[in-house]
């Protein structure tokens, strides 16, 4: 029998893969009728920021990054028909795996469903984040393999 999942969390990093996963995970929600949860972590948080996401002087770095990514998450539940979805930022010390598998504990969620570039080679003994929740999630996890917008 097929798990009737009722809490989806599709973790996101904005990319062109990340918007294949979410479609998928908005697929799946409708199909199952659950509840979808788009996140976005703000991992190494504040050591480590690319000259992208530098706030104005007067306003705090997390206030700051943390609308960015809300607005993104946003125009995202719009692109993949799911604006229902709830849109959560996390920020964390440590790795994004460790951010989203601590917010997937926490928040009971049945699936994971994220986007997996298909390395291979060192980059894929070396590992992804998505390999990474795969080991230790508490749920099932769904790796979304991207595909080249050619078709392929």
């Known amino acids: 029998m097929v798990n009737r999942y009722r809490e989806i969390l599709c973790p996101t990093d904005f990319s062109g893969h990340g918007v294949a ?31 992208e996401d530098i706030p104005p002087e007067d306003v705090d770095p997390a ?4 609308e960015q990514a809300l607005s993104r998450l946003a125009d995202l539940a719009r692109e993949v028909d799911c604006e229902e979805a709830r849109r959560e930022v996390v920020f964390t010390p440590l790795s994004a795996r460790h951010g989203i598998v601590r917010f997937a504990e926490e928040g009971g969620f049945d699936l994971i469903v994220m986007a997996t570039h298909g390395r291979h ?21 769904l790796a979304v393999r991207a595909r080249e917008e050619s078709g392929g």
Request: hydrophobic share 45%; net charge positive.
């Open 21 to 51: 996963a979410a479609r998928r995970a908005a697929e799946l929600a409708r199909l199952f009728g659950a509840r979808l949860t788009l996140l976005h972590v703000v991992a190494d948080f504040p050591e480590v920021r690319s000259n």
């Open 63 to 66: 206030a700051y990054r943390r």
């Open 121 to 141: 080679g060192i980059g894929h003994i070396v590992g992804s984040t998505t390999s990474g929740v795969v080991q230790v999630a508490p749920c099932d996890v």
